[in-house]
Nanobody, 125 residues
Framework: QVQLVESGGGLVQAGGSLRLSCAAS????????MGWFRQAPGKEREFVAAINWSGGSTSYADSVKGRFTISRDNAKNTVYLQMISLKPEDTAVYYCAASRRRIGIPLSSTEYDYWGQGTQVTVSS
């Protein structure tokens, strides 16, 4: 069992930066793939970024490539999402998720087994 708690969301102006954190409980954190998803009002939840268990492999949605960076610290049971050059269209609730898959990096929300409660990110124009 893995429990996830996100933090770091808030209100920022376009062009600004935020760093989201996701603290995980459970001894299996170091063997899980971690992902970030987001959901804007009236839209489906979408993949943002993911990182494999070792941190050696990452994947990003095209819309955030070059602006967002996912990283993890297994000693602290924490995964991060550094966001720069934020745009109003980045406004959403951001969710941290954990997948027990060990092969490849899952991009679909259906492949993730544990979810956090979400943190709101609002980018004003």
């Amino acid at each position: 069992q893995v429990q996830l708690v996100e933090s770091g969301g808030g209100l920022v102006q376009a062009g600004g930066s935020l760093r989201l954190s996701c603290a995980a409980s459970g001894r299996t954190f170091g063997s899980t793939t971690m992902g970030w998803f987001r959901q804007a009002p009236g839209k489906e939840r979408e993949f943002v970024a993911a990182i494999n268990w070792s941190g050696g492999s990452t994947s990003y949605a095209d819309s955030v490539k070059g602006r967002f960076t996912i990283s993890r610290d297994n000693a602290k049971n924490t995964v991060y999402l550094q966001m720069i050059s934020l745009k109003p269209e980045d406004t959403a609730v951001y969710y941290c998720a954990a997948s027990r898959r060990r092969i490849g990096i899952p991009l679909s929300s259906t492949e993730y087994d544990y979810w956090g409660q979400g943190t709101q990110v609002t980018v004003s124009s």
